[in-house]
């Protein structure tokens, strides 16, 4: 159900886009080429920083199992640091 949900809002933002860049080319063709070419560094930037985010390492997790045992470990002793004010 989520890749629906991305499809939708991926397609609709493409279809803006087109449409943005189709009124920017008739206005100004010269102008207008900088300015997408630019939209699309932008984009595979954002990609690529996302590509990496994803890939990169996250904290450990105890994983669970059949009884559901990682809800049931206390949780950490309180420091002096974690209480306020100090």
């Known amino acids: 159900m989520n890749y629906l949900w991305l499809f939708a809002v991926a397609g609709g933002a493409a279809l803006l886009g087109i449409a943005l860049a189709f009124g920017m080319i008739k206005q100004d063709g010269r102008r207008s080429v900088a300015a997408i070419a630019g939209a699309f560094v932008v984009a595979i930037g954002?990609?690529?920083?996302g590509i990496y985010v994803q890939k990169a390492p996250t904290a450990p997790?105890?994983?669970?199992?059949?009884?559901?045992?990682?809800?049931?470990?206390?949780?950490?002793?309180t420091t002096e640091k974690?209480?306020?004010?100090k």
């Open 82 to 85: 974690d209480l306020p004010g």
């Open 61 to 77: 997790l105890r994983a669970s199992d059949r009884e559901e045992s990682q809800n049931n470990l206390p949780a950490a002793a």
């Open 46 to 49: 954002a990609l690529g920083l």
